[in-house]
C-alpha cells in the first residue's frame, strides 16, 4: 500500500490512507467496479499511473477509499499521422506513447511533461504543462471516454455520433462542450482519450536567455509577453530561478551548510560557477529554416537591448532532438525524461527528498512577476526556514503559473510540517493579492476552493450541483479540488 500514498508525506502520517486498490484491465471492469461500490456506498479515487508527484500521489482526499489505480489499461489504440493525434488509454505514460510514435516511424512530436513516467490522460486531466504548441493552454486533448458514477459509458464531442471519425480531431460537438467538465473534477473515470500530435517541423531551434540580476525577471517576463503576443514564440517557455537548475546539477550541501535558506552571495556565487544567472528561460522555435532564423533574430533582438542578458541556441532537427545534451533541449521536441526528478533530493537526498508544488497563476506582466516572486520568497524563507525554488511557465500569451517548488527532507517531520503549513498559508496569502491556484495539493484542496468566493462562493455550488446530479452517492473522489457531494459536505465543514 505504501506505493499508493502522498511519496512526500512524512512517514507516520495516515491521514490520507487508502484501504485497497483495484487495478482493473478493462473499461467492463471500472464499470463493475463503479455499480458495486454504488450499491455497497464505497468511495473510490482514481489515479492513472499514480504519480501526480508533489500534489499528494495517488492518496485519496478521503482516508478509508479504495484507490482504483488504472496502470494496466496501458494500450495506445491509435496513432494517426495523417490527422496528427493518438488515442491512448489512462496507464499510457508520455515514455509509453513516445516509444509508440518511434516504434511505428511516425513524423511526429509529443507534447509531453517534465517527468516521462506519468499519465498522458492522468496529467493532462488535472491541467499539467506541456511545452510544445500545443501545451499552449493545455490545447492538446480532443474527446474523452468516461465511466459515469452509475456504470454508464460516455463519449464527449463527436464521440457521441457512433462510427464519427471527427472524435479526436473536433473538440465540439452539438450543445455543450463537455471535455473541461471532466478536468480536475470527480464527475466520472476517464478511459480513453485523444491527443493531438504535432508533426514533424524541418527545423527545431531550442534557446535559452539567461538574466544575472534578480530583478532582471521583470523585464524577461516583459518582453517575453510581446514575443508570444506577436507569436514569434509559439510554444510554453519556463523561466527558473538559479536555485531550480542548481538542484538538476548539484546537491545543497555542496554550496551551503549554515542554518536556514541559502543567502543571496551564495546564490550569486553558484549562478557563475554554474553559468546560471538569477534567472534563466529556456524555449524554442519550430518551422522551416528561414522561418526559425527570422523568428531567433527577432528573439535575441528583443532580449539583447537588456543589459547583461544573453541569448543562445542550437539550431537541429526533430530526428537528432533524442541526441541534444540538456534535458530541457529535448523535452521541447516531446522527447520523454526523467532528469527533472533530481530535484527532490535537494535536501534529502535520493532516499528521503521530497516537495510540494505551490502554482497560483497570475497575468504576463514584469509587475506581477515580481509580486510572486517576493511573496513566495518572503514566506517560504521565513515561515518554513527553507529556499526558494521558483519557476514562471507561460501558458499561454497573456498569463503565467509560477510553480513553487517547497523542498524538504521527508525524513525530518518538522521540516515537511513546516513545508506544508507554508504552503496552505502561501494559498491564502496570494489570494490577497488576487492570485489563485491552477491545481492543488491533496492536503489544501479545500483551502485552495475556498479562494474561489465570488458571488459567495457561487463557483463551488454550481459545481457541487453538478456532482450531486452526475454521481447522487458522492462515491468518485469526494474532495476532488473541493468538490464535495451533499452527504459530505457537513462533514467537510466540520
Known amino acids: 500500500m505504501r506505493e499508493f500514498r502522498d511519496p512526500f508525506g512524512h512517514v507516520d502520517w495516515d491521514e490520507y490512507e487508502a484501504c485497497a486498490v483495484v487495478q482493473p484491465g478493462s473499461v467492463e471492469e471500472i464499470q463493475a467496479i463503479v455499480r458495486l461500490a454504488n450499491e455497497h456506498r464505497v468511495l473510490l479515487w482514481t489515479t492513472s499511473q499514480g504519480r501526480n508527484n508533489g500534489y499528494g500521489g495517488s492518496s485519496p482526499r478521503v482516508r478509508g477509499s479504495v484507490v482504483v489505480n488504472l496502470r494496466r489499461m496501458n494500450r495506445v489504440l491509435a496513432i494517426d499521422e495523417e490527422l496528427g493525434y493518438a488515442e491512448v488509454e489512462p496507464g499510457v505514460s508520455w515514455s509509453d506513447l513516445y516509444a509508440a510514435i518511434q516504434a511505428g516511424g511516425h513524423r511526429l512530436m509529443l507534447s509531453c511533461a517534465d517527468l516521462g513516467w506519468g499519465s498522458v490522460i492522468g496529467n493532462t486531466l488535472d491541467h499539467g504543462c506541456t511545452y510544445l504548441p500545443y501545451g499552449v493552454d493545455m490545447s492538446a486533448a480532443c474527446g474523452l471516454e468516461i465511466v459515469l458514477a452509475n456504470g454508464e459509458l460516455l463519449r464527449t464531442g463527436m464521440g457521441a455520433v457512433p462510427g464519427n471519425r471527427a472524435w479526436h480531431t473536433y473538440k465540439r460537438g452539438l450543445g455543450p462542450t463537455l471535455d473541461q467538465l471532466f478536468m480536475q473534477s470527480n464527475y466520472g473515470i476517464v478511459t480513453k482519450m485523444g491527443v493531438w500530435l504535432v508533426p514533424y517541423p524541418e527545423t527545431y531551434m531550442p534557446f535559452w536567455v539567461r538574466a544575472w540580476n534578480d530583478d532582471d525577471l ?10 508570444s503576443l506577436d507569436d514569434t514564440i509559439r510554444m510554453v517557455p519556463q523561466v527558473c530561478n538559479t536555485l531550480i537548475y542548481a538542484s538538476l546539477m548539484t546537491r545543497r550541501a555542496q554550496w551551503w551548510d549554515g542554518d536556514g535558506p541559502i543567502p543571496d552571495q551564495v546564490i550569486d556565487r553558484m549562478a557563475r560557477e554554474l553559468e546560471l544567472g538569477r534567472w534563466m528561460m529556456r ?9 526559425v532564423d527570422h523568428r531567433y533574430a527577432e528573439v535575441t533582438a528583443a532580449f539583447e537591448q537588456l543589459p547583461g542578458v544573453e541569448v543562445w541556441g542550437t539550431k537541429t532537427t526533430p530526428e537528432h532532438a533524442k541526441n541534444l545534451e540538456h534535458p530541457a533541449e529535448r523535452i521541447q521536441a516531446g522527447v520523454p525524461d526523467l532528469a527533472m526528478n533530481m530535484m527532490t533530493g535537494w535536501y534529502g537526498g535520493e532516499e528521503s527528498g521530497g516537495h510540494v508544488g505551490f502554482s497560483p497563476v497570475a497575468p ?4 506581477d512577476a515580481l509580486t510572486m516572486r517576493d511573496l513566495m520568497r518572503g514566506l517560504i524563507e521565513e515561515r518554513a526556514n527553507l529556499d526558494y525554488l ?4 507561460m501558458v499561454n500569451a497573456r498569463s503565467f503559473i509560477h510553480i513553487t517548488m517547497v523542498l524538504f527532507d521527508t525524513a525530518n517531520e518538522q521540516q515537511v510540517r513546516g513545508a ?11 489570494a490577497k493579492h488576487g492570485y489563485g491556484e491552477y491545481r492543488a495539493h491533496l492536503d489544501f484542496m479545500d483551502i485552495a476552493a475556498d479562494q474561489y ?7 463551488r455550488r454550481f ?8 454521481d447522487p452517492n458522492g462515491i468518485l473522489a469526494p474532495g476532488k479540488q473541493g468538490i464535495w457531494p451533499a452527504s459530505m459536505r457537513a462533514w467537510r465543514d466540520g
Request: glycine share 8%; net charge negative; no cysteine.
Open 390 to 393: 521558483g519557476a514562471l511557465l
Open 463 to 470: 459545481t457541487e450541483t453538478i456532482k450531486d446530479a452526475v
Open 420 to 430: 506544508y503549513d507554508t504552503s496552505k498559508l502561501l494559498v491564502r496569502e496570494a
Open 283 to 291: 524555449a524554442a522555435l519550430y518551422g522551416d529554416a528561414a522561418v
Open 453 to 459: 468566493s465570488f458571488g459567495e462562493h457561487a463557483y
Open 218 to 227: 521583470a523585464p524577461m517576463v516583459d518582453t517575453l509577453r510581446r514575443l
Open 364 to 367: 504576463l506582466t514584469g509587475r
